[in-house]
């Protein structure tokens, strides 16, 4: 009887044991896996980039970008702190072109090749008041620069027609000029050399106007300079000046904007 009692009990306990990891079994397999943490960054954020957008890895954008800037006094004469301008007529031109390439998903490296030129024709006199020095001065320039950049698009929001980007670039850039001043008793003429190294931030962003068109527009957050100026006044003298500028100002009064085509 005691053998019976013992066996019975005996039984119990192992139903016991292999129901309850039976139950573990289940509740295990009925619990949802936990969730790897995020760190909470503005890139763990991002949406994905699918193969078919403009900024996936192996597309190829590109454009150009034309402006034109021209002024010229009217008949009244315009008067400044020193003196007064009476006839002047200049425009500054720049024209240029870009492209890149995406070697990987929303991120893009390329370059931008571009030529400007500066003219300006014035007539102005200094003192009038106490001197009255009258003179006509012509200034020209012609510019050409390349700048290489590395082009960051974000995807901030599900959208195939909107994007946030960055452009870190550094720009290189050869200009020479002449100025002449005539008092209508002697002519300077003044040649310049100027050499030019910036590296900056641009911010920006891009609307996908249609699939492969787009329209862009930044503002510089960040620049850093160095320029290398060579002046020579009446083929006599020579002097050199050298100059460095940090920029951390944002002007929103000088936004790039840009036509993109992306391949």
Known sequence: MKRLILSVA??????????GA?????????????????????????????????ISAGHILGGATLSLIQANTEDDALNVIIGDVYEADGYMFTVQAF???FIKDALAVGAHL?????WLDVDFSLLEDIADVKQHRKYVSNGFFVQPFLKNYLKVMDSKSLYFF????VLVQYSYGMSQTDDGEEMDKTRNKTW??????????????????AFETSVGLLGLSTSVVDVEEN?????RLVYNIVNFTINLLALDFSLVYFF
């Open 10 to 19: 005996l039984f119990c306990l192992c139903a016991v044991s292999a129901f």
């Open 22 to 54: 039976e139950a573990d079994s289940l509740v295990q397999k009925n619990t949802p896996p936990k969730e790897e943490s995020k760190s909470g960054g503005l890139l763990d954020e991002l949406y994905p980039v699918s193969p078919e957008e403009a």
């Open 99 to 101: 492209g890149g390439y």
């Open 114 to 118: 571009g030529y400007s030129r500066t």
């Open 166 to 169: 960055n452009e870190t670039s």
């Open 196 to 213: 030019t190294i910036k590296a900056g931030l641009n911010p920006g962003i891009c609307i996908m106007v249609l699939s492969r068109f």
């Open 235 to 239: 083929g006599e003298s020579h002097s």
